[in-house]
């Protein structure tokens, strides 16, 4: 059925895929920590503007 509707002109199809009983269900993954890296960046920043300042 889905392979003769997308002959068809003006015909828009979405197939969704469920997975199976036996599938483990994925973690949900963090994505990117941006925030934590700045503070880390500025923290190293500092720290190497105290050293010169100290030689």
């Not at 059925?1 to 949900?28: C, F, I």
């Not at 190497?48 to 100290?54: G, L, P």
Request: hydrophobic fraction near 25%; avoid cysteine.
């Amino acid at each position: 059925m889905t392979r003769k509707m997308r002959e068809l002109k003006n015909v828009k199809v979405q197939t969704m895929v469920s997975p199976g009983p036996g599938v483990v269900r994925q973690a949900p993954r963090s994505g990117r920590k941006r925030g934590r890296d700045k503070e880390a960046v500025l923290r190293d920043r500092v720290w190497r503007e105290q050293r010169k300042r100290e030689t």
